[in-house]
């Protein structure tokens, strides 16, 4: 089955202490993202990838560090969170002109 | 840069009624223009997308949008509403490349809300 698995589905944590969320998909995906939600913003971007070893920053990338060492994983790494970044996060995949597929999403609470 | 306004966080229908929820966009190129809906504790799926061909697109559910360039809007229909359509509701355009290779710039969402 095609998915986007996102590892852990919550999570706690205290400030300072880093932390990595995973994504992984079984499409062979080139594009790979991460978004946040929060109430009232919607979602908005924080890094993607357009293949291996490619990263660029979205539209709320700091505090945030990513890779893509392989196809299939794109891990988001918080080396030093702090409660603002308490939210719901989004894994998503894509081939080129093809939908995105998400994630089932981590809730994330940093106190 | 491109962005997307939904207005209303929140809409209120009754169910056999039709829904109706609001998205314009600005975009320097031709956009592709997506609705994505969200249901309690889970991720987003695709409802329909506008890539160029159709203005007007179907989706799955029932659900439909029109594309009008003069007004900038892809406004998202249903002709009636049912309990199971309770979510929420992104509309999301495409992002910096302007061929929809990139990633999605979304609304802040609208919440839908279906009365007995």
């Known amino acids: 089955e095609a998915q986007v698995t996102q590892n852990p589905r919550y999570l706690i944590t205290v400030t300072g202490k880093k932390l990595t969320v995973t994504c992984s998909q079984n499409?062979?995906?080139?594009?790979m993202s991460w978004y946040r939600q929060d109430p009232g913003l919607g979602l908005r971007q924080i890094y993607y990838?357009?293949?291996?070893?490619?990263?660029d920053k979205g539209d709320v990338p700091e505090g945030y560090k990513v890779s893509r060492k392989e196809k299939r994983n794109f891990p988001l790494i918080l080396e030093s969170p702090s409660p603002n970044q308490t939210s719901l996060y989004f894994c998503?995949?894509?081939?080129?002109?093809?939908?995105?597929?998400f994630g089932s999403g981590t809730q994330l609470s940093v106190l | 840069a491109q962005s997307v306004t939904q207005l209303g966080s929140h809409v209120s229908v009754s169910e056999g009624a039709l829904v109706l929820l609001r998205c314009n966009y600005s975009s320097s190129v031709p956009p592709y223009l997506f609705w994505y809906v969200q249901y309690p504790n889970q991720g987003l799926q695709l409802l329909l997308k506008?890539?160029?061909?159709?203005?007007l697109v179907k989706g799955i559910n029932g659900f439909e949008a029109e594309f009008k360039k003069s007004e900038t809007s892809f406004h998202l229909t249903k002709p009636s509403a049912h309990m199971s359509d309770a979510a929420e509701y992104f509309c999301?355009?495409?992002?910096?490349?302007?061929?929809?290779?990139?990633?999605?710039?979304f609304g802040k969402g609208t919440h839908l809300i279906i009365q007995p």
């Open positions: 999301a355009v495409s992002g910096r490349s302007g061929g929809g290779a990139d990633g999605l710039t």
């Open positions: 506008y890539t160029s061909a159709a203005t």
């Open positions: 998503a995949s894509r081939s080129r002109g093809e939908k995105l597929f």
């Open positions: 990838s357009m293949n291996v070893e490619v990263t």
């Open positions: 499409m062979n995906h080139e594009y």
